[in-house]
């Protein structure tokens, strides 16, 4: 008797979640289809999911940009290098906060707690920046953000599971502390090095704020800058892209799209492989959110 | 002899834990140099903080700034500004992953149930710069995709991003396109983790699914939406900074001009670091205010809170 009426709200359901998710992707496949296609087809509107004119102009003179090439340059270095700090800081300072007896380990805790209901603010931390010679460097994009407050506690939840049998174990052969960790741990637990790395890649890449706050100079900025360049303030037009010919406007709007997909590509190339490890780390973390 | 014995013990543990200490020595530095270190720089708010002399020799002007604030006539706009852009966001941002992990959980059919949670993530990786961008161009008046649309259906194009009010709807619903697949992970771990025997006793008593929904999907995951409501209670007078720095212009500050924005042009831009400083420290305090309000107002009325 239920029967109709519930299936046709599983459709009515179904039906929402699908338009939902076209609304996800469907912006993705539209720029990527502009951007491959004819100006002719751009101008008149005509491109909607399929490109169009099929043509790779647009991307020659986004790749042949020297901004780009130098930005894509730091971005890359300042995600490795940033990383792997990160990396380092947060998992050390996890695995020593998960073991409850530490000294101190209760101080320690509530320090770093605190800074997630309250902070010094933009000001404050940029003289504080600025101060340790930090600005115009590669330093001034790494290591104030060195260490997320959420992901040391996902890191800490993580490590508090691991098998202490195991770590006493270690302890009777004599292994100390850091041995421990290095020997025993991290072998067992890559899986959230992988997770909470990739959260530090992808925050670090997609990093304006520090960027915008403690870069000057054009040789160090990251490609979220000169993204933000191009396409907001409409520095479209640097040094070989005023021979485009047709309606300037709307070839503005494909070379919009093409600095848009060649900037965030790696990050939509990898997603699908990545998107597993992202969802168990953000799962870790809410399971002590 | 009993502070000897105490400190004999102290040495003991020390000497015990010396290893961990120094794994915890870098995160340690990096919380008292980059996030403590800044809270002591907050004093500059009550000097006339002078670059040459640095912090400490600056004379001190005692609540000079905050009264220069509290008296300005940008602070009535900035302060609504900023509450109603952060009250808008949690009135629709906030139940948008809760409505999806509920419509989620009614589907039956595995690959469908994948795919748009696969798909709905997405967006969350894609940097505030992209997606600001994304926002400019599909709104833009003469070739954007929105107002192609607009004008094949018939209707005048709108100029998005330069009318003070479309400014807000557009933020938010940016906040829930980005956003809301990311943020229904945690509550789809919560319902995960409810009773089947709940469901089946309640089929029983002849509840229908929404009643089902109403009746024990919802209180189950009660603590899970509390606790995250308290959260973002203390995030409304702290919108996210770059978007919408990425998003405002001149011509729509009149809304969308909001306290972070205005700190980073007034601070960082002009170097009035005192007075910006000062605009930091009362917002911080205000947020402060508002996470413990709502977390006893919580603890009061329900049994859960963050403490």
Same mark, same amino acid.
């Given at each position: 008797?239920?029967?109709?009426?519930?299936?046709?709200?599983?459709?009515?359901?179904?039906? &929402?979640?699908?338009?939902?998710?076209?609304?996800?992707?469907?912006?993705?496949?539209?720029?990527?289809?502009?951007?491959?296609?004819?100006?002719?087809?751009?101008?008149?509107?005509?491109?909607?999911?399929?490109?169009?004119?099929?043509?790779?102009?647009?991307?020659?003179?986004?790749?042949?940009?020297?901004?780009?090439?130098?930005?894509?340059?730091?971005?890359?270095?300042?995600?490795?290098?940033?990383?792997?700090?990160?990396?380092?800081?947060?998992?050390?300072?996890?695995?020593?906060?998960?073991?409850?007896?530490?000294?101190?380990?209760?101080?320690?805790?509530?320090?770093?707690?605190?800074?997630?209901?309250?902070?010094?603010?933009?000001?404050?931390?940029?003289?504080?920046?600025?101060?340790?010679? *930090?600005?115009?460097?590669?330093?001034?994009?790494?290591?104030?953000?060195?260490?997320?407050?959420?992901?040391?506690?996902?890191?800490?939840?993580?490590?508090?599971?691991?098998?202490?049998? *195991?770590?006493?174990?270690?302890?009777?052969?004599?292994?100390?502390?850091?041995?421990?960790? $290095? $020997?025993?741990?991290?072998? &067992?637990?890559?899986?959230?090095? /992988?997770?909470?790395?990739?959260?530090?890649?992808?925050?670090?890449?997609?990093?304006? $704020?520090?960027?915008?706050? $403690?870069?000057?100079?054009?040789?160090?900025?990251?490609?979220?800058?000169?993204?933000?360049?191009?396409?907001? /303030?409409?520095?479209?037009?640097?040094?070989?892209?005023?021979?485009?010919?047709?309606?300037?406007?709307?070839?503005?709007?494909?070379?919009?799209?093409?600095?848009?997909?060649?900037?965030?590509?790696?990050?939509?190339?990898?997603?699908?492989?990545?998107?597993?490890?992202?969802?168990?780390? /953000?799962?870790?973390?809410?399971?002590?959110? | 002899?009993?502070?000897?014995?105490?400190?004999?013990?102290?040495?003991?543990?020390?000497?015990?834990?010396? %290893?961990?200490?120094?794994?915890?020595?870098?995160?340690?530095?990096?919380?008292?140099?980059?996030? %403590?270190?800044?809270?002591?720089?907050?004093?500059?708010?009550?000097?006339?903080?002078?670059?040459?002399?640095?912090?400490?020799?600056?004379?001190?002007?005692?609540?000079?700034?905050?009264?220069?604030?509290?008296?300005?006539?940008?602070?009535?706009?900035?302060?609504?500004?900023? =509450?109603?852009?952060?009250?808008?966001?949690?009135?629709?941002?906030?139940?948008?992953?809760?409505?999806?992990?509920?419509?989620?959980?009614?589907?039956?059919?595995?690959?469908?149930?994948?795919? =748009?949670?696969?798909?709905?993530?997405? +967006?969350?990786?894609?940097?505030?710069?992209?997606?600001?961008?994304?926002?400019?161009?599909?709104?833009?008046?003469?070739?954007?995709?929105?107002?192609? %649309?607009?004008?094949?259906?018939?209707?005048?194009?709108?100029?998005?991003?330069?009318?003070?009010?479309?400014?807000?709807?557009?933020?938010?619903?940016?906040?829930?396109?980005?956003?809301?697949?990311?943020?229904?992970?945690?509550?789809?771990?919560?319902?995960?983790?409810?009773?089947?025997?709940? %469901?089946?006793?309640?089929?029983?008593?002849?509840?229908?699914?929404?009643?089902?929904?109403?009746?024990?999907?919802?209180?189950?995951?009660?603590?899970?939406?509390?606790?995250?409501?308290?959260?973002? =209670?203390?995030?409304?007078?702290?919108?996210?900074?770059?978007?919408?720095?990425?998003?405002?212009? +001149?011509?729509?500050?009149?809304?969308?001009?909001?306290?972070?924005?205005?700190?980073?042009?007034?601070?960082?831009?002009?170097?009035?670091?005192?007075?910006?400083?000062?605009?930091?420290?009362?917002?911080?305090?205000?947020?402060?205010?508002?996470?413990?309000?709502?977390?006893?107002?919580?603890?009061?009325?329900?049994?859960?809170?963050?403490?």
């Amino acid at each position: 008797m239920k029967k109709p009426q519930f299936s046709f709200m599983s459709l009515a359901i179904g039906l &929402v979640l699908l338009l939902l998710a076209a609304s996800m992707i469907y912006p993705f496949l539209y720029m990527l289809a502009v951007s491959l296609s004819g100006d002719k087809y751009v101008i008149k509107g005509a491109v909607t999911l399929i490109p169009k004119g099929l043509n790779t102009k647009v991307y020659r003179i986004v790749l042949d940009d020297p901004r780009i090439f130098t930005a894509y340059r730091n971005t890359i270095l300042y995600v490795f290098v940033g990383t792997a700090i990160s990396l380092a800081a947060t998992s050390l300072g996890a695995y020593a906060l998960s073991k409850k007896n530490m000294l101190f380990h209760t101080a320690f805790t509530y320090l770093i707690v605190f800074t997630m209901f309250f902070g010094g603010g933009m000001i404050p931390t940029f003289l504080v920046v600025r101060g340790l010679g *930090l600005v115009d460097s590669i330093w001034g994009m790494v290591l104030p953000t060195a260490i997320s407050t959420w992901n040391l506690i996902i890191m800490r939840t993580f490590f508090a599971g691991f098998p202490s049998e *195991l770590e006493e174990s270690g302890k009777i052969d004599g292994l100390n502390d850091f041995q421990v960790f $290095y $020997y025993l741990v991290m072998p &067992v637990t890559k899986a959230i090095f /992988a997770t909470i790395g990739l959260f530090y890649a992808v925050g670090i890449w997609n990093n304006f $704020y520090s960027a915008l706050l $403690y870069l000057r100079s054009q040789e160090h900025f990251p490609l979220q800058v000169v993204l933000r360049n191009i396409i907001l /303030a409409g520095q479209v037009r640097s040094s070989n892209v005023t021979s485009v010919g047709g309606d300037q406007l709307v070839v503005e709007e494909s070379l919009k799209y093409a600095v848009i997909m060649v900037s965030t590509l790696p990050i939509l190339l990898v997603y699908p492989f990545l998107q597993k490890y992202f969802v168990k780390g /953000a799962m870790i973390g809410s399971v002590k959110g | 002899m009993m502070p000897e014995g105490r400190s004999n013990r102290l040495m003991r543990k020390l000497n015990k834990d010396k %290893y961990l200490l120094l794994m915890q020595l870098p995160c340690l530095i990096y919380y008292l140099v980059f996030r %403590y270190a800044p809270m002591f720089g907050l004093v500059i708010s009550f000097k006339n903080y002078n670059l040459f002399k640095g912090v400490w020799a600056s004379p001190w002007v005692g609540l000079k700034y905050y009264r220069t604030f509290l008296n300005s006539p940008d602070f009535f706009e900035l302060l609504s500004n900023t =509450v109603l852009l952060g009250v808008t966001k949690l009135a629709f941002a906030f139940p948008a992953p809760i409505i999806l992990a509920l419509l989620l959980n009614e589907v039956t059919a595995t690959f469908l149930k994948r795919f =748009v949670q696969t798909v709905s993530y997405l +967006p969350h990786f894609i940097s505030n710069v992209v997606v600001a961008s994304m926002v400019l161009t599909f709104l833009s008046p003469s070739t954007g995709v929105v107002n192609h %649309y607009l004008k094949v259906l018939g209707f005048h194009p709108v100029n998005f991003m330069s009318e003070p009010g479309w400014f807000r709807p557009v933020y938010v619903l940016s906040e829930i396109w980005q956003h809301v697949g990311w943020e229904t992970i945690i509550y789809l771990a919560a319902l995960t983790a409810i009773d089947p025997q709940l %469901y089946e006793a309640a089929r029983i008593d002849g509840a229908n699914r929404w009643r089902q929904t109403l009746n024990i999907t919802l209180p189950c995951m009660a603590p899970t939406i509390i606790i995250l409501f308290i959260f973002n =209670v203390g995030d409304v007078l702290d919108i996210g900074f770059e978007k919408v720095f990425l998003l405002a212009s +001149p011509a729509i500050y009149s809304t969308a001009d909001i306290i972070s924005t205005y700190v980073y042009r007034v601070g960082l831009s002009q170097g009035n670091y005192s007075y910006a400083a000062s605009i930091d420290l009362f917002t911080a305090i205000i947020s402060l205010i508002f996470v413990f309000t709502a977390n006893f107002l919580a603890r009061k009325f329900s049994e859960h809170s963050i403490w």
